[in-house]
């Protein structure tokens, strides 16, 4: 079964440092992956997505995510964080309309 | 801006008592979504919608029904609330960028409904 890793649950960084947030995911073929960032009391956006093509995709507010076929990974990364980024984060990967998995998220905090 | 209006966006409720909540989108999306977000389980489907009268069950289905009798509106009953549907609740639209292909689609979110059940 298909299933989204997100190892860490919380993740402090500094602003102007860089950022990682890491996505594992189990999948039978090469599945389509997305990024979603929750602010609190919100819904999800959405931050960038992979379909095909490039492995390096660019999202919005600065973020890019590179697909790993090999390490089954589509980590999320930003050079240099504001405090505004600070927010939840999820990973999700899918095949068709209706089988749409979401990682258990990362929520960020970003220290002055 | 897709258009999503969920209601209510809080409601307490006792155990037993039944529940709708209701989701309006006004650019006549095919497919409709429910979610339930829970700390350490991410985004769980419920419920979804293909079209009027179509709908099917996704991950975590039990207890919840759904019905959709317009495009624009998609409802989740809980028929007799229980503790555990404590959770807030998104709303979710499908919107395809690639014509013809089945999974290059995103997800649109409402703002969510916040449903508390003692």
């Known amino acids: 079964a298909q299933s989204v890793t997100q190892p860490d649950i919380h993740i402090t960084v500094s602003e102007g440092a860089s950022l990682e947030l890491r996505c594992n995911y189990s999948?039978?073929?090469?599945?389509?992956l997305f990024w979603y960032v929750q602010s609190p009391g919100q819904g999800l956006q959405l931050l960038l997505k992979y379909f095909s093509g490039d492995t390096l995709v660019q999202g919005i507010k600065g973020f890019e995510a590179e697909f790993k076929r090999s390490q089954s990974s589509f980590n999320l990364r930003k050079p240099s964080v504001h405090w505004s980024d600070a927010a939840e984060y999820f990973c999700a990967v899918g095949e068709n309309n209706n089988d749409m998995r979401f990682g258990a998220g990362t929520r960020l905090t970003v220290k002055p | 801006d897709a258009g999503i209006t969920q209601s209510p966006r809080h409601k307490v409720t006792e155990t037993g008592t039944p529940v709708t909540l209701r989701c309006h989108q006004t650019?006549?999306?095919?497919?409709m979504y429910w979610y339930r977000q829970d700390p350490g389980h991410g985004l769980r489907l419920i419920h979804y919608s293909y079209g009027v009268k179509d709908t099917d069950k996704g991950e975590v289905s039990d207890g919840y029904s759904v019905s959709r009798s317009k495009t624009e509106d998609f409802l989740l009953t809980l028929e007799s609330a229980t503790s555990s549907q404590t959770s807030v609740y998104f709303c979710?639209?499908?919107?395809?960028?690639?014509?013809?292909?089945?999974?290059?689609?995103?997800?649109?979110f409402g703002a969510g409904s916040r449903l508390t059940v003692l």
């Open positions: 650019e006549n999306h095919r497919y």
């Open positions: 999948y039978g073929a090469t599945p389509y």
């Open positions: 979710a639209i499908s919107e395809s960028i690639r014509p013809g292909d089945a999974g290059a689609n995103v997800l649109t």
